[in-house]
């Protein structure tokens, strides 16, 4: 079982930046791919990025690429979302989550589907102003 808790989200003015955190609590946290998604009201969950084991792999939804960075830090058991030049249409819930997906192969091809997904954050509000 592993528990997730974002922090960091908040209110920003459009152009602004905000580091979003997600700290697991399993010692096993290497061994899990990690996911960011966000749902805006009114609107599917939708996928933002990705990341492998390492900081090896990483993938990004077409409307945050260029603006938003994953890492993590297997050390510390957190991942991270450096989101810059925010938007307005960036304001939503984001969540993190974790994949028990053990084959990087199968993961690079799926990495955007929610089920591949077995654990879940609460979520945190990032609210980008205009």
């Known amino acids: 079982q592993v528990q997730l808790v974002e922090s960091g989200g908040g209110l920003v003015q459009a152009g602004g930046s905000l580091r979003l955190s997600c700290a697991a609590s399993?010692?096993?946290?290497?061994?899990?791919?990690m996911g960011w998604f966000r749902q805006a009201p009114g609107k599917e969950r939708e996928f933002v990025a990705a990341?492998?084991?390492?900081?090896?792999?990483?993938y990004y939804a077409d409307s945050v690429k260029g603006r938003f960075a994953i890492s993590r830090s297997n050390a510390l058991n957190t991942v991270y979302l450096q989101m810059n030049s925010l938007k307005p249409e960036d304001t939503a819930v984001y969540s993190c989550?974790?994949?028990?997906?053990?084959?990087?192969?199968?993961?690079?091809?799926?990495?955007?589907?929610?089920?591949?997904?077995?654990?879940w954050g609460q979520g945190t509000q990032v609210t980008v102003s205009s």
């Open positions: 989550a974790a994949s028990n997906i053990k084959d990087e192969r199968a993961y690079s091809k799926n990495y955007y589907y929610t089920a591949i997904y077995s654990y």
């Open positions: 990341i492998g084991w390492s900081n090896y792999y990483t």
């Open positions: 399993a010692s096993t946290f290497s061994t899990y791919p």
